[in-house]
């Protein structure tokens, strides 16, 4: 009989794909995860295969690293190492014959993209079979890996799940922002892949890094830094500048794989521009695609400590207008992600969530990157857990110093404890509204209570922050807005003023407001109102205020219209000042999505979205409408509109899902005049036929 000769191989790429999770994702290679059990067929031809006779050795090959593994009779898989069983041969007298084989990768395997040989040994012969790549990913379904995640839902919704939802605006009015995270589009895997071939720490030494790469702590650490293009071949540049000419407005992206693709369609050259959401959108789609837990997280008026000493200081002057004397910033929201995994470097207790930070702030061990910090390290304020502990602690937890001046002059000043961190917000599973996570960070003491109220609690918290009453002061004054700002309508707002003594004063009030951007102090005032009052003993006044739209309309394309209000009283007698300020959001109208026949979407069948929108403008608007669904359309919708005013316009969208699941469709709508960006989304639950 002739001898034993492989024909042909099959890495069985459907079955293994379905038994590891990884059907939907991309790539030019076979996807597994590690820790668990695949399927290689041998076919061949001659003499059934005989194990005293031939040896098959799998060669799996990393880089540098090569690891030979023997195919046994009987056998294990093992955690701990590679290993391959024969599992059956298929005898077929006629036809071709095949053996299956069951190779198995130890759960701390390193991650990457692996080529698989198989050498056949004979008495006289040695032939060597190249199989093929494979592409190794993280199991959060196993037990032995470093990313184990118990429960089903969280794995579907962290690290299946590519629908976003990222919070932006302030914490009395939160702005849900949808995002395609877009790990299963065509050729992101690959990409993701790539991010970790690029990275410096590749560079330098690659055997290293692939030996590292079993880490998802350092994985993380490699991400977060390679995410932006600070010091790296990075994905994107940062620009906080309001000039976004030579790329795209932040505010105009709305899924990972268009800047995915752009930078590997580009020779990996930075994509033009992110800020803090893009940054952690993207990581967010990297981290996923990896088999990593990964969650966007947003920190509602985030401090960036630069000197390290837990205080922001602010400035004003007496006419209650804004300085920006201080480096120290306080960002209206901070967007970062956090990681799921095991922190063996720690000890026990500093496992699971860990706050990794891509955006380029300062630097960590030489580079832009931050993280991961373990959540519960910085809730128990241990400063000295890798990594970068103290500046995120800061974050969420430095105090205010509000210093009021007149030519360098301090007139007064008061701390504010409850500011920073007001609120921690990310995603709720399974669902498109927000799950408060301030608790996981923050101590009862740290925490602001809120007070939920009528009117002015637009999709989230009231927010009424008073400075510290000091009732030292002759007079207190506090802010309060009457509704929730929206472009295009005033904002109505009360000035409250009490006079703690029993003796009437003379008052001068500065009333102020300045457009701001999220991440720096404010500009120029755009408003403004000065009085002198008298107060009797003891009374309470509360003044109305009204700024029309047409005071506060912005002059280039944003989403975020922020505004930073201040009230400056002052006793005309005592020359004593009290200050209160509110820094709010003005939201963008939203766009309507509506599905015909929402109950029986169904996988491969054409179906019409309708998307909907009344110009609450006194003006006609006109602009671009794009319309994208990852799994739903394949290629963007985009359309001119024109809206008269008051007008209602609905526009047709075709889509036919290709994948089965939660989906969602977004549509955003850039207007010129006025110049702003409006969003609006739907999740849709797609059957299989």
């Not at 995860?33 to 799996?60: C, M, S």
């Not at 589009?185 to 030996?211: F, R, T």
Request: aromatic share 8%; hydrophobic share 40%; net charge neutral.
């Amino acid at each position: 009989m002739d001898e034993f000769k492989v024909r042909t191989i099959d890495l069985q790429q459907v079955q293994n794909q379905t038994r590891h999770r990884t059907d939907g994702l991309s790539s030019s290679t076979l996807v597994l995860r590690r820790g668990q059990a695949f399927t290689v067929t041998v076919n061949y031809d001659g003499r059934p295969f005989d194990p005293l006779k031939e040896k098959l050795i799998f060669r799996i090959v990393l880089g540098p690293i090569a690891v030979e593994v023997p195919v046994s009779r009987f056998g294990q898989p093992s955690l701990t190492q590679w290993t391959a069983v024969l599992e059956r041969s298929v005898p077929n007298p006629t036809g071709p014959r095949a053996l299956s084989v069951s190779l198995s990768s130890p759960a701390t395997a390193s991650i990457g993209v692996y080529t698989l040989q198989l050498r056949v040994e004979a008495r006289l012969s040695v032939r060597t079979h190249l199989l093929g790549q494979f592409t190794l990913l993280c199991n959060p379904w196993s037990q032995a890996d470093s990313v184990f995640l118990q429960s089903e839902d969280l794995r579907t919704e962290y690290v299946m799940s590519d629908i976003g939802l990222l919070f932006k605006g302030s914490p009395g009015n939160l702005v849900s922002r949808p995002w395609s995270f877009d790990q299963y589009e065509k050729g992101i895997l690959d990409i993701c892949m790539k991010l970790l071939q690029l990275s410096p720490q590749h560079q330098a030494d690659m055997g290293k890094d692939l030996l590292n790469r079993n880490s998802p702590v350092y994985i993380g650490r490699v991400i977060s830094a390679m995410v932006n293009s600070n010091d790296d071949k990075g994905v994107i540049t940062g620009n906080w500048s309001g000039d976004y000419s030579g790329g795209v407005n932040p505010s105009k992206w709305s899924g990972s794989a268009d800047i995915l693709r752009m930078w590997a369609e580009t020779q990996f050259r930075p994509v033009k521009y992110g800020q803090c959401w893009v940054f952690a959108a993207v990581m967010c789609t990297v981290m996923r695609a990896l088999g990593i837990p990964t969650r966007v997280i947003t920190n509602f008026n985030s401090a960036h400590d630069t000197n390290g000493n837990m205080v922001i200081e602010e400035y004003y002057n007496e006419m209650g207008e804004k300085l920006s004397f201080s480096r120290d910033s306080i960002w209206n929201f901070h967007v970062w992600v956090e990681s799921w995994m095991k922190r063996p470097d720690l000890g026990r207790g500093y496992d699971g969530w860990q706050v990794l930070d891509p955006t380029p702030q300062e630097r960590s061990e030489g580079m832009f990157r931050c993280g991961p910090a373990a959540v519960k390290a910085i809730y128990e304020q241990k400063v000295d857990a890798q990594y970068d502990v103290p500046f995120v602690y800061a974050e969420v937890n430095a105090d205010v110093r509000v210093i009021i001046v007149r030519d360098r002059t301090v007139l007064s000043t008061s701390v504010d404890k409850r500011r920073v961190g007001a609120l921690i917000s990310t995603k709720r599973p399974g669902s498109m509204l927000m799950q408060d996570v301030t608790s996981e960070y923050k101590t009862e003491k740290d925490m602001v209570p809120f007070r939920a109220a009528g009117g002015f609690a637009a999709g989230g918290y009231t927010f009424e922050r008073t400075m510290p009453r000091e009732d030292s002061k002759g007079v207190a004054v506090s802010l309060q807005l009457l509704k929730a700002p929206l472009v295009g309508e005033n904002i109505s707002f009360n000035v409250i003023i009490t006079n703690n003594e029993a003796a009437q004063k003379l008052l001068k009030k500065h009333v102020n407001a300045q457009n701001k951007e999220y991440n720096r102090n404010p500009s120029g005032s755009f408003w403004e109102s000065h009085d002198d009052m008298k107060i009797g003993p003891k009374e309470t006044v509360t003044i109305k205020h009204e700024i029309s739209f047409k005071e506060y309309m912005l002059k280039e394309t944003a989403e975020d219209s922020l505004v930073n209000l201040a009230v400056v009283i002052e006793d005309v007698k005592s020359q004593e000042r009290v200050l209160a300020s509110e820094e709010f959001n003005i939201r963008t109208p939203s766009l309507n999505i509506q599905i015909q026949n929402e109950v029986s979407v169904i996988i491969n069948t054409p179906q019409v979205a309708t998307v909907v929108f009344t110009n609450p403008f006194n003006v006609a608007v006109s602009g671009e409408l794009t319309v994208s669904g990852s799994g739903l359309l394949e290629e963007k919708a985009q359309m001119r509109i024109t809206i008269q005013p008051r007008e209602t316009t609905k526009k047709p969208v075709s889509f036919t899902p290709r994948m089965a699941g939660a989906k969602m469709l977004s549509a955003n709508l850039v207007l010129e005049n006025p110049p702003t960006i409006l969003h609006g989304f739907k999740t849709i639950n797609v059957q299989a036929s």
